[in-house]
């Protein structure tokens, strides 16, 4: 656990170093291009805003409602089995399917639990080794007019699960 | 699909709120959910937008085709039916290069163009198939690749790449880090270490998965 808590402090000064380090020596007008890729990077971030606005408000009134807490507390008896909390099981769930609305019950599970809980912790895990798989299957697929896919369903399941266990055996480590 | 998701969350939350009593509650989370999202949305746009201006340093120096090339040796050992094809093997290396670097608006057109290029050498499997006398046809079960797919079916080169993308590759969370330190967190950075551990264990099942599913394929199981 120390290496990887040394590992996370490094890693981002080490890269920003190496990036700008080599940019220099190859002798490129780093600052140029960086202000031009900040310009797209805002553009980006805030392009998602509308489908955010969205999806968050309908977590919040899931939220609200108290269906999301009678529905993590019904599930809990089950998912207590394999060690996973029930508060997870949206995430997980909603993961597959759409990243703001995975943002939306990230964030509401931040505001609940702290971001440096066990739940909060683990749920921070669990975005960083999981991808929207349902929708990038069928963004790729569709491109190319594939409608059976063979063993791609199975195997990136196989591979979410294995994210979301790590994810817990980390997170009770902290 | 989001299509249901959006209005069924909606839809549900506010009935359950009827019948629980808390459609109060539902209003004002409403309009916080609202506010939140745009509060969230501009105190990651920063960190989003350092991020990619790094990262578009790193692209224009050649320091994303130099990770590409180093990942090609290991992609060709995933789908050896890949050897020699050039334009398919660059356009995945690069798409996986993006996402390790978090360059998700680099990523996605290399992977669609990944796709198509899959999608042609299928193409030329399947016209050089149908030119082969039966005798020939059958000992492409030996082959790597196997006889080839059907119009509309995916090969196994596509299967593992989507798996592979899928798995998630990428090295920093930029996008979580931001979320934890606008929710309050006390070292935002901490889940760089574990998240690495983490994408390498669903990494690593993805490429197991992969290589056996491929292998028995070879060996005319299935």
Known sequence: MNLLSFVSALMIPLLTLYVIGYGLLRKKDCYEIFVRGAKEGVHTALEILPTLIGLMTAVSVLRASGFLEAFSEKLGIFTGYIGLPAQLVPLCVVRLFSNSAAVGLLTDLYARYGTDSVIGYTASLIMCCTETLFYTMSLYLMHVGIRKSRFVLPGAMLSVLAGIAASIWLGRMV | ?222
Not at chain 2, 127 to 151: C, F, S, Y
């Open chain 2, 1 to 222: 699909m989001l299509n249901f998701l959006w209005a069924g969350m909606l839809l549900l939350g506010i009935v359950y709120a009827a019948f629980n009593g808390t459609l109060p509650e539902v209003t004002e989370g409403c309009l916080n959910g609202a506010k939140e999202a745009v509060e969230l949305c501009l105190s990651v746009a920063g960190v989003v937008a350092f991020w990619n201006g790094l990262m578009t340093i790193a692209k224009e120096s050649g320091l994303v085709s130099l990770a590409a090339r180093r990942v090609r040796p290991f992609l060709v050992w995933l789908m050896p039916g890949l050897k020699g094809q050039d334009e398919a093997l660059d356009a995945i290396s690069v798409n996986m290069a993006a996402n390790v670097l978090g360059l998700g608006w680099a990523a996605t057109p290399a992977g669609l163009k990944a796709m198509e290029k899959l999608e042609k050498i299928e193409e030329e499997r399947r016209r050089d198939q149908a030119q082969m006398l039966p005798t020939e046809q059958r000992n492409l079960r030996r082959t790597w690749h196997g006889k080839a797919m059907p119009e509309g079916v995916a090969n196994n080169e596509m299967c593992t790449f989507l798996i592979l993308n899928i798995s998630s590759l990428q090295l920093i969370p930029v996008n979580v880090i931001a979320y934890r330190s606008q929710y309050g967190s006390v070292d935002p950075a901490a889940v760089v270490g574990p998240g690495i551990v983490a994408t390498a264990v669903s990494t690593g099942v993805a490429v197991v998965f992969c290589k056996m599913m491929n292998r028995r394929k070879a060996s005319g199981k299935k």
